[in-house]
T-cell receptor, first 115, second 114 residues
Framework: AQSVAQPEDQVNVAEGNPLTVKCTYS??????LFWYVQYPNRGLQFLLK??????LVKGSYGFEAEFNKSQTSFHLKKPSALVSDSALYFC?????????????FGQGTELSVKP | EPEVTQTPSHQVTQMGQEVILRCVPI?????FYWYRQILGQKVEFLVS????????KSEIFDDQFSVERPDGSNFTLKIRSTKLEDSAMYFC????????????FGQGTRLTVV
């Protein structure tokens, strides 16, 4: 069965420091991987995705993520955090063979960036 | 920028009542989804819809739930007889394709069953 794990419920970072939000996944085939961000009382906003090709993908707002097949990970990173990055971040996976497009989400990681 | 819109933003209903949650997906998208998020928990897949039929549904999506695309623009989720445990934020999403493209989410409908 497909699953996604985000091992940290909360990540605290000082503004200007690099941030990492961790994600590991389990699928039976090759994965498509996604990161979404959720601000309070808002929907999910797409940040970036890995489909194929370069393991380092870049997305919105300066975020990037690295796909590591051997470690089945897709950690979200940003070189310099902003206070406005504070939000709930979700990692999601979709199996390549899943024509229906279902996303399986992790439980979310609350990112808090302090000035 | 095109977006997925959902109405209403908040609905309160009595247990046992029927509710219909409405969504207008992005116009050129072909795949439509409903997800839900119970307060403090993760986002859960309910159903995907393509070519006027359900592509996939989760165990949560039992006979109490149904989806419909009544016209060329709307996509609805009906819960026939609501239970307290149906209280959640319901998100509609759409994507151009089912596989390699990202899903775009609406802002959600908060359903409160009392």
């Amino acid at each position: 069965a497909q699953s996604v794990a985000q091992p940290e419920d909360q990540v605290n970072v000082a503004e200007g420091n690099p941030l990492t939000v961790k994600c590991t996944y389990s699928v039976s085939g090759n994965p498509y991987l996604f990161w979404y961000v959720q601000y309070p009382n808002r929907g999910l906003q797409f940040l970036l995705k890995y489909i194929t090709g370069d393991n380092l993908v870049k997305g919105s707002y300066g975020f990037e993520a690295e796909f590591n097949k051997s470690q089945t990970s897709f950690h979200l990173k940003k070189p310099s955090a902003l206070v406005s990055d504070s939000a709930l971040y979700f990692c999601a996976v979709r199996e390549q063979g899943n024509q229906g497009g279902k996303l399986i989400f992790g439980q979310g990681t609350e990112l808090s960036v302090k000035p | 920028e095109p977006e997925v819109t959902q109405t209403p933003s908040h609905q309160v209903t009595q247990m046992g009542q029927e509710v219909i949650l409405r969504c207008v997906p992005i116009s050129n998208h072909l795949y439509f989804y409903w997800y839900r998020q119970i307060l403090g928990q993760k986002v859960e897949f309910l159903v995907s819809f393509y070519n006027n039929e359900i592509s996939e549904k989760s165990e949560i999506f039992d006979d109490q739930f149904s989806v419909e695309r009544p016209d060329g623009s709307n996509f609805t989720l009906k819960i026939r007889s609501t239970k307290l445990e149906d209280s959640a934020m319901y998100f509609c999403a759409s994507s151009e394709q089912g596989v390699g493209t990202e899903a775009f989410f609406g802002q959600g409908t908060r359903l409160t069953v009392v």
